[in-house]
Each structure stands twice: as structure tokens, then as C-alpha cells.
């Protein structure tokens, strides 16, 4: 199983920065892509950065220029890195990555616990 643990939630102002990692760890044999998604209380989830393991990335248009994901293949770790941060953006973040469990090339999706954002002055 895999298992993967988000830190770095909490309060922040608007205009201000927080810095979510996320750690995968368990029994697998790689992880593809990684990324984080958010959900709003009444709101659907929604993506919003992605990072495949050759480091590409996309991001919402609502983060692009403010938010950026990077991660660390060596220790299985995606980050978010968020600026500039506004009330909208306060929202559960997840994690997510395609992990190969059973078999090399049989990816599945997990999915972290979620992380808390709130954004208010």
C-alpha cells in the first residue's frame, strides 16, 4: 500500500505564502505523476497543479503565476509552493499521485487526507 501524508496547511493573510509538501511512502515501484487538488466547502474538487516525473507541469488558470508545484523524486515528494495567496484560494488541498502498486506498469491514483488553507485577514 502506499501511503501519502500532507503537511503544511494553516492561516494565513491575504497576500501571503504557505508551502504544502506531501510524502509518499510504502510499498511500491514508482510513482508517475503527482499533484494537488483542492475543495472548497459547497464546491466540487478541483485540480490545481500537476507534476509529471520528467518535471512537466499545468496548473489552473486561476494559481498560474502565484502557485508553483515542484517535488523531489528521490524522496517520492511533491510541493506547493503558494504566493500571493487570496481568500478564494482557502480551500482542503490534496495530494495525489499515480503510484505502480501490483505491477511496474499498472499506475493507481492515491489520494492523501487533505490539508486545511485558509486564507483571511
Known amino acids: 500500500q502506499v501511503q501519502l501524508v500532507e503537511s503544511g496547511g494553516g492561516l494565513v493573510q491575504p497576500g501571503g505564502s504557505l508551502r504544502l509538501s506531501c510524502a509518499a511512502s510504502?510499498?511500491?515501484?514508482?510513482?508517475?505523476?503527482m499533484g494537488w487538488y483542492r475543495q472548497a466547502p459547497g464546491k466540487e474538487r478541483e485540480l490545481v497543479a500537476r507534476i509529471i516525473r520528467d518535471y512537466s507541469t499545468n496548473y489552473a488558470d486561476s494559481v498560474k503565476g502565484r502557485f508553483t508545484i515542484s517535488r523531489d523524486n528521490a524522496k517520492n515528494t511533491v510541493y506547493l509552493q503558494m504566493n500571493s495567496l487570496k481568500p478564494e484560494d482557502a480551500a482542503v488541498y490534496y495530494c495525489?499521485?499515480?503510484?505502480?502498486?501490483?505491477?511496474?506498469?499498472?499506475?493507481?491514483?492515491?489520494w492523501g487526507q487533505g490539508t486545511l488553507v485558509t486564507v483571511s485577514s
Open positions: 510504502g510499498s511500491f515501484f514508482s510513482i508517475n505523476a
Open positions: 495525489n499521485a499515480d503510484a505502480a502498486i501490483a505491477s511496474r506498469n499498472v499506475y493507481v491514483r492515491v
